[in-house]
């Protein structure tokens, strides 16, 4: 869905360049004070947003959150090879847990991860990595990621959740 997110640039821009143009016009007619602020405060926001690496997540399928768990292949969260090398995650997010919440892989591998929450929005981030993906309700989010070095990878929600967000969390063991 790089679509989305090209269209949701483009209006942001498209948005703030109107905005600065009528509160440009709306300064000069009435000699406001304060806009530029504002201004600058709202392209700072749309900036960060890109700039942060903020991923709109790309949708690799649709799921309804209240079937989750009979929904293959998420009614069996696990780790499975795939291909040598390779490895596919199927990984349920919900409160306050991943399942499962202990991933062993060998070191160089190529792994697949497709994340389903099964109530409230989540986030996945694996630290050390690029991965950094929001787990939308009604939405797999797919990431894939290679582990070259062995070691222990935590990964967490990073989207608060509520009262047992910040014990939501898990690692990635390669061996
Ligand atoms: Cu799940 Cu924060």
């Not at 269209?7 to 942001?12: E, H």
């Not at 304060?34 to 960060?48: D, F, S, T």
């Not at 290679?146 to 989207?159: A, I, M, S, T």
Request: with cysteine; hydrophobic share 45%.
């Amino acid at each position: 869905m790089r679509f989305l997110g090209v269209l949701v640039g483009v209006l942001l821009v498209g948005g703030l360049t109107g905005l600065y143009i009528w509160m440009t016009l709306n300064d000069v007619l009435e000699g406001r004070a304060g806009v530029k602020q504002l201004l600058a405060a709202l392209a700072a926001i749309g900036a960060g947003v890109f700039a942060a690496g903020v991923h709109l997540p790309s949708p690799a399928g649709r799921i309804d959150p209240k079937t989750v768990r009979q929904t293959p292949p998420f009614d069996r969260p696990r780790v499975r090879g795939v291909a040598p090398g390779e490895y596919e995650v199927v990984l349920i997010a919900r409160a306050w847990a991943f399942e499962p919440n202990e991933i062993r892989v060998p070191r160089g591998s190529i792994v697949r991860f497709r994340v389903a929450s099964a109530d409230v929005i989540h986030g996945f981030l694996i630290e050390n990595t690029n991965v950094n993906v929001m787990v939308i309700p009604g939405q797999i989010a797919e990431v894939t990621a290679r582990f070259e070095r062995p070691g222990e990878y935590v990964f967490l929600c990073h989207e608060y959740c509520g009262f047992g967000h910040h014990q939501m969390f898990g690692k990635v063991i390669v061996e």
